[in-house]
């Protein structure tokens, strides 16, 4: 019961932090139908489309594991998506890092 509550509680605070609880949000149902869409319903909703998050993270990741490493050199471990805004656009990027892994047999060590 306690974990409820505070869920409430975060959702509470959530909403109001982002100005999405009380007069000022209105709640609008949207029609849904089977007919698929045309070329005129994608150009009239074109900025929400622009806005969708297409990019799955997890065929990057084995894609960059057999493209771009160096065998046995780099490996990567975990991609983040993120957006910035590019001339006033958001723009979507999918970023990750190379790691070398350290293991003792590669480590030389001098007792002198």
């Known amino acids: 019961m306690f974990a409820l509550s505070y869920l409430m509680l975060v959702l509470i605070c959530t909403r109001q932090a982002y100005g999405l609880a009380g007069p000022n949000v209105e709640k609008q149902e949207f029609a849904v139908s089977a007919t698929p869409l045309g070329r005129d319903d994608l150009d009239k909703n074109a900025p929400t489309l622009r806005d969708a ?55 030389s060590r001098s007792d002198g």
């Open 53 to 107: 998050r297409i990019w799955d993270w997890r065929a990057l990741e084995p894609q960059l594991q057999q493209i771009q490493g160096l065998r046995p050199y780099y490996t990567f471990s975990g991609v983040d998506i993120d957006r910035y805004r590019v001339c006033c656009l958001p723009e979507t990027g999918l970023f990750t890092t190379p790691s070398i892994p350290v293991t003792t047999k590669n480590v």
